[in-house]
């Protein structure tokens, strides 16, 4: 096991380019699941769960609220729950020791906003789904997204009843039309000038590594995500020196046989992994 810890070290010593590729699993590792009906759902978000009756964050940004009030009640106090009532995680601090001193791009479909919160430059970040603390409007109506930092902030903090009072809701400056937040929850979601302009760089990342060594760290991923797996294997195969990183718990922990011999997998609780390497760097 230490072998691997090393070898995962010295490859990310000597890369020339390191790209991340983050999913569910980290967060996880930071005691978010938005997908799990668990301790800290109930504890969290359990008026929700009692009221409307879904079991999950993730069935919450789908869930067609009755009336806007409410709505924005649940998306204020998400935003809440991710950023506002919590520090920087130890997880997130890792990782950002891990690489920071290196040339590095993230690409991640989490939501929670926290590679921003752990210092993560936004010019090496691509949010795939966007994050919980943009707004845009609903009828895309136009081609921009907006800080909603401030307006969500103050929505958390003036819940009654499970609502928020219906002045302080957010109107599209354009239409005049309902607004939401810019995560990827329907047909709706913009990828606006700013999406476009990560995914991009995130693009141009890729071309720029070609032919150097390059490393494919890869934390949380389910074995059959398409947006961030599938790209980085298919990276790992074409690219002469690459080296893929992967970070997994149990059967989640895939590699397939074709890029074995350019592959490290480490089989664990991502927190714990994290914290080793970091103590060994
Ligand atoms: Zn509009």
Request: charged share 20%.
């Amino acid at each position: 096991m230490k072998e691997n810890y090393r070898n995962v070290l010295s490859k990310i010593e000597e890369a020339d380019a390191i790209i991340i590729g983050a999913s569910n699993g980290l967060s996880i590792s930071e005691g978010i699941h938005i997908f799990a009906d668990d301790s800290s759902f109930r504890e969290n978000f359990g008026d929700f769960r009692e009221k409307y009756g879904f079991h999950s964050i993730i069935q919450g940004c789908f869930f067609p609220f009755p009336t806007v009030e409410e709505k924005w009640a649940f998306f204020s106090h998400m935003y809440e729950y991710f950023l506002l009532n919590r520090e920087i995680s130890p997880v997130m601090k890792n990782l950002y020791e891990l690489v920071k001193d290196k040339n590095f791009f993230v690409v991640t479909s989490n939501i929670d906003a926290h590679f921003i919160q752990a210092g993560f430059p936004k010019e090496r970040l691509f949010e795939i789904e966007g994050n919980c603390r943009n707004l845009q409007c609903s009828h895309s109506c136009h081609d921009q997204i907006y800080p909603g930092d401030e307006i969500l902030s103050k929505l958390a903090q003036n819940q009654e009843n499970g609502k928020v009072p219906l002045d302080l809701i957010p109107k599209c400056p354009e239409c005049g039309g309902p607004m939401q937040v810019h995560i990827d929850v329907n047909q709706n979601f913009l990828r606006d000038q700013s999406w476009q302009t990560s995914y991009q760089a995130y693009q141009d990342f890729i071309k720029k590594a070609h032919g150097n060594k390059l490393v494919l760290l890869e934390l949380g991923v389910g074995a059959s995500n398409q947006m961030i797996k599938a790209p980085f294997m298919n990276l790992t195969n074409h690219e002469e020196i690459a080296t893929y990183i992967t970070l997994n718990k149990g059967s989640e922990l895939y590699i397939p046989d074709v890029i074995a011999a350019k592959s490290i997998g480490i089989d664990g609780n991502i927190a714990e992994v994290l914290q080793q390497l970091v103590q060994m760097k």
